[in-house]
Each structure stands twice: as structure tokens, then as C-alpha cells.
């Protein structure tokens, strides 16, 4: 597999004093889709800026199909797609119109590349007199992605395309995506929704600006250490409190309406003493049934073993 894009060491710091990106290093392979998966604040946006030729890095290089994206940066704005976190179309244009303005300005025809776009213009093209505006968040997000392909992209990278999109269209999307990538275009998607995160050939997890790892979906679940369970509690808020009593190595968090516990020790005894722990404490509970980690729980449990890593350190 080729490289679409190597990542070498890349520091970013606001004003002198937000550390955006802490070394950040990776590859993404040709044709692959990528994952960046963190919660808000994380890097993703800023890493994003500096892919698509936006933003400088204080160090670091980065080139896309072998291109420099500083000293080369008007051949790579060629060969990319960009989709920005914020709504970037014109909404006083008509969505024919905000088409037609990205392909002129790519030097292309809307002609050229219908083959490509088509599968979301046949959902989009209904509204095509509509103001871009005036459309609903999911279609938006179509017309939007229909514009970052116009040019026939050989990189695609897409911040946060999702955020606030209702579930059917997210879903939809990310068939899109899937579709995308048969065409052979590498695409570089992030998102703070971890659920979608599986939807990725890899994904790197970033948390302030720092990469926690890189890996696919499936090795990230294999590789969880724990041995996970879930459960419903009366007072999920007086359950916290009470697990830092709590004396098993293990690792809780509210997940939902449910709670979420992963055990370090051999659960044949840590799931009794668990159990008698929480009648101890008065706390009445639902059946506690083991489960297999999502890419969530994984994230949670690398983030939590580097912070006890970094307590432990001087
Ligand atoms: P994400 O996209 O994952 O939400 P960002 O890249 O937007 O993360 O932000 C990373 C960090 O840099 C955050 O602490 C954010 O507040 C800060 N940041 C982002 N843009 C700027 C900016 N223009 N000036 C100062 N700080 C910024």
C-alpha cells in the first residue's frame, strides 16, 4: 500500500500558549477511510486546517501523494476536497448554483463529474432551485459534500460532516462515504461520535492534540483489556460517588442511561465482591451482564491508562 498522506512530527501552539497538536505522526494508505475520533477541543479541526493547506504548523511536515502541503501547497489544493466543520456554501445561492460555483472555481463542469456526485444529486437534485440556506442540516451536508467532490478529489477530508445531522442522515452519509471510497479516493473523515468510528478501515484517537493510537475498529475492540459488564442503577450520580470507595482495580462510567464497569482482576471473584460492595453501599441495581467494548469503551480505557501512566511518572 502507497501513502496518501505522511504526517511527520507536527506541533501546533495558539497564541503561545494552547497546545493544539502535540507531535503528531501518522500515514494514511491510499484509498483507505480515516477516522480521526476525539471529543471537542481535541486537535481535529486545527490537525484539519493544516492538511488542506489552511493553517501553518509551527513544526513539523506533512505531504499528501508526495507533495509538501507548505512549499507545494497550490498543487496539493488541487488534488483535495474539503469539507469544513462550518457550513462553507453560500446561502443565498440556489443549490444548482452553489455547484456550479465550486466546479467553475475548480476549473471543472458539473458535467465532468456527474458520475462521480450522482448517487447524492439524485437525493439533493429534488431541491436544486432551493436557496442552500433554506435546506435541512442532512441535505446541507449532501449539497456540501457534492461540492468538495466537483473537482474529482483525489483526497477527501471531511471535519466533523455529521455534527447535528439527525440519525438517518448520518447514516446515509456514511454510505455515501463507503461509495466514495470505491472510486479510489482516500478519505479523511473526523468525528466526536465514536458509534461512527467503527465505519472506518482505521481511526486514529486524539485527545489534546495528542494521537492515543492507531489502529482499526476491530483490533481496537480485540485489544481492550478489561473485561467489561454493564448495568442499569436507581441514582447513577450516588453511584459514582460511592465507587471511589469501591476497592476492585477497575474502571466505571455512566454510558448512556446504563453504567459501564471494566474489571482488571479475575472477574470470577471481582464480580461477586463488586456485587456485595453495591448492597453494602445500598445501592439497588439491575443485572450486571458482560458485553463486548465499543470503540467508546476503548477510547475510555486508553485515556485512562495514560493518565495513570502519567500520575505515576515524575
Ligand atoms: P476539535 O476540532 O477537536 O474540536 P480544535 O482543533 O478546534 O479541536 O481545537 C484544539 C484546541 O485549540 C482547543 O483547545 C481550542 O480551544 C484551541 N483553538 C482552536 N482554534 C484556535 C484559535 N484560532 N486560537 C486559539 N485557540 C484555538
Known amino acids: 500500500m502507497t501513502n496518501a498522506i505522511t504526517i511527520e512530527h507536527v506541533n501546533k501552539v495558539y497564541d503561545g500558549k494552547v497546545t493544539a497538536l502535540k507531535d503528531v505522526s501518522f ?15 481535541a486537535g481535529k479541526s486545527t490537525l484539519f486546517n493544516i492538511l488542506t493547506t489552511l493553517l501553518l504548523p509551527d513544526s513539523g511536515k506533512i505531504s499528501l501523494l508526495g507533495m509538501d502541503v507548505i512549499n507545494e501547497y497550490k498543487s496539493v489544493r488541487q488534488i483535495i476536497g474539503y469539507l469544513p466543520g462550518v457550513f462553507s456554501l453560500y446561502p443565498d445561492l440556489s443549490v444548482e448554483e452553489n455547484l456550479q460555483f465550486f ?9 465532468e463529474n456527474m458520475e462521480l456526485i450522482r448517487p447524492i444529486w439524485k437525493q439533493i437534485s429534488p431541491f436544486s432551485d432551493r436557496k442552500a440556506g433554506k435546506l435541512s442540516g442532512g441535505m446541507k451536508q449532501k449539497l456540501a459534500l457534492c461540492c468538495a467532490l466537483i473537482h474529482c478529489p483525489k483526497i477527501l477530508f471531511l471535519d ?50 495528542q494521537i492515543l493510537g492507531i489502529n482499526t475498529p476491530s483490533a481496537f475492540i480485540r485489544d481492550f483489556q478489561g473485561k467489561l459488564y454493564t448495568f442499569r442503577s436507581e441514582n447513577i450520580f450516588s453511584l459514582l460517588n ?12 455512566p454510558y448512556g442511561e446504563h453504567c459501564h464497569i471494566a474489571f482488571y482482576d479475575d472477574v470470577a471473584t471481582a464480580l461477586p465482591q463488586f456485587e456485595q460492595f453495591l448492597q453494602e453501599q445500598g445501592q439497588s441495581h439491575g443485572e450486571i451482564i458482560a ?13 485512562q491508562m495514560r493518565n495513570a501512566l502519567n500520575q505515576t511518572q515524575p
Open 103 to 111: 466546479a467553475v472555481m475548480y476549473k471543472s463542469s458539473i458535467e
Open 291 to 303: 458485553i463486548d467494548p465499543s470503540v467508546e469503551d476503548c477510547f475510555i480505557e486508553i485515556v
Open 242 to 253: 460511592i465507587m471511589e470507595q469501591c476497592p476492585l482495580r477497575c474502571n466505571y462510567y
Open 160 to 209: 466533523e460532516p455529521t455534527t447535528g445531522v439527525d440519525p438517518v442522515s448520518r447514516k446515509e452519509f456514511w454510505d455515501i462515504l463507503k461509495s466514495i471510497r470505491t472510486q479510489g479516493i482516500t478519505v479523511v473523515v473526523s468525528t466526536p461520535y465514536m458509534d461512527e468510528a467503527t465505519r472506518c478501515d482505521r481511526i486514529a484517537m486524539i485527545q489534546e492534540g
Open 27 to 41: 500515514n494514511v494508505e491510499e484509498g483507505e477511510v480515516f477516522g480521526l475520533v476525539g471529543p471537542d477541543g
